[in-house]
């Protein structure tokens, strides 16, 4: 194999997030970390909520970020391949990173194989039992009208209304994450259930903030990437084997 032969997976960056002061030196960590892969990354898939809040207008983006971008552009003129998935914080990705970066933008799940290993992949929002309130809003906010709507307010007042909701978000509050039970956990309750019509070697989430890497089986296990504000986690598939990592 080439040096340039792993396949690196990290969600929940969260950038832009209240405070805005942790937001520089997350960055920071957060390209430093994207520095150390591009030596031997050949792909990299970013499971959602990697912005705390993204929309497209037509002529204007989120102000910020321009050294963590920077960074993902020199990876893919490296030729890194770059996967971004929607997340809850950043569902309104449309067609900005993949024309400034040829990155392929995923709104929902992804089946992939390699090296003959079946891997699925979700940011993990609205999977698994409960949560009917979010999984509401989450077709409404999908629709092409509510995106036609929110597009008409000036970028200042947009962007503005959503600063301000991300101060009550779990990662501005710094909410606790405990692990609840393989029994109460909604994505490993999902998974079970997606086994029981495909086999799959990773199921790999994340939104959930907690880092996992559970047995489902004698062949399948879960991960749960993590976040970047806590934990720095992320996974990286060398060919043969998938392992969750903590970038220090």
């Keep these: ?61 989120p102000r910020g970020y321009i050294r963590f971008l920077g960074k993902l552009a020199e990876l893919a003129d490296l030729g890194v391949k770059i996967t971004l998935f929607k997340g809850n914080h950043d569902m309104w990705m449309f067609d900005y990173f993949k024309n400034e970066l040829g990155a392929e933008i995923i709104s929902d799940e992804l089946e992939v194989t390699y090296n003959g290993k079946n891997f699925y992949i979700h940011h993990g929002d609205g999977l698994g039992p409960g949560d009917k309130k979010y999984k509401f809003l989450k077709q409404f906010f999908r629709s092409p009208f509510c995106q036609w709507l ?33 029994d109460r956990e909604w994505l490993i309750i999902y998974a079970k259930e997606l086994l029981k019509t495909k086999e799959y070697d990773y199921l790999i989430f994340g939104h959930r903030h907690l880092p996992y890497d559970i047995s489902l089986s004698d062949r399948t296990r879960i991960i749960n990437l993590g976040e970047w504000i806590n934990f720095y986690t992320y996974a990286v598939w060398d060919g043969e084997e998938l392992q969750l990592k903590t970038w220090k």
Excluded: C
């Design 150 to 182: 929110f597009a008409r307010l000036h970028p200042n007042l947009g962007i503005g209304i959503a600063q301000r909701w991300s101060k009550h978000s779990r990662i501005a509050n710094n909410e606790d994450e405990q692990f609840l039970g393989e």
């Design 1 to 61: 194999m080439s040096a340039r032969d792993k396949i690196y997976f990290a969600s929940d960056f969260h950038l832009g997030s209240y405070p805005k002061e942790a937001n520089i030196s997350r960055e920071q960590t957060i390209i430093r970390w994207l520095d150390a892969i591009k030596l031997d990354a050949k792909e990299l898939y970013l499971v959602g909520d990697i912005f705390d809040f993204w929309f497209e207008y037509r002529t204007v983006v």
